[in-house]
């Protein structure tokens, strides 16, 4: 009897393994390409976004991109001594798409990150990076994802 469970169970295994299970989301095969006319704005941010851009090969439609990015770092919370320990980054990029010189979408993403500070301020500096790293991404994941809601 146990066998015959055992057998069941692992044979339930298989065939859930090899289902071709891929999320929706997560279908990065793009039939479009973007081409970046104006850049303004914060450099680091800047190369992120549009290094997105370039695994974007798709032949049928080309969209023209203009992105002004800027990137802003506040003090919140300062303590006993008066040094910064809570610091907040604000991010806000604005985008426009265009296609044969007609603007089909105008947007503002805006994202903002609260984080301690790190009395070691190499890895400070490194986890601020990380950070920038980590928006930019999402951003220009965001643009990627509203240029193939005008796609369809």
């Not at 071709?20 to 990065?28: D, H, Q, R, S, T």
């Not at 500070?117 to 994802?145: G, Q, V």
């Amino acid at each position: 009897m146990n066998r015959i469970i055992n057998y069941t169970l692992l044979f339930f295994l298989f065939l859930l393994s090899s289902c071709a299970y891929e999320p929706i989301l997560n279908n990065k095969h793009h039939n479009f390409s973007i081409n970046v006319d104006k850049i303004n704005g914060d450099q680091k941010i800047n190369s992120i976004i549009v290094n997105n851009f370039y695994n974007l090969k798709g032949k049928e439609k080309k969209y023209n991109l203009t992105i002004s990015s800027t990137k802003v770092k506040n003090i919140i919370s300062k303590d006993s001594k008066g040094d910064p320990s809570i610091f907040e980054l604000l991010i806000n990029v604005n985008y426009s798409v265009k296609k044969d010189g007609n603007i089909l979408v105008t947007n503002n993403i805006n994202k903002k990150v609260t984080y301690n500070n790190i009395a070691d301020k190499f890895e400070l500096e490194n986890y601020e990076k990380i950070i920038i790293n980590n928006i930019s991404t999402n951003i220009s994941d965001k643009i990627i994802n509203s240029i193939s809601e005008i796609n369809e």
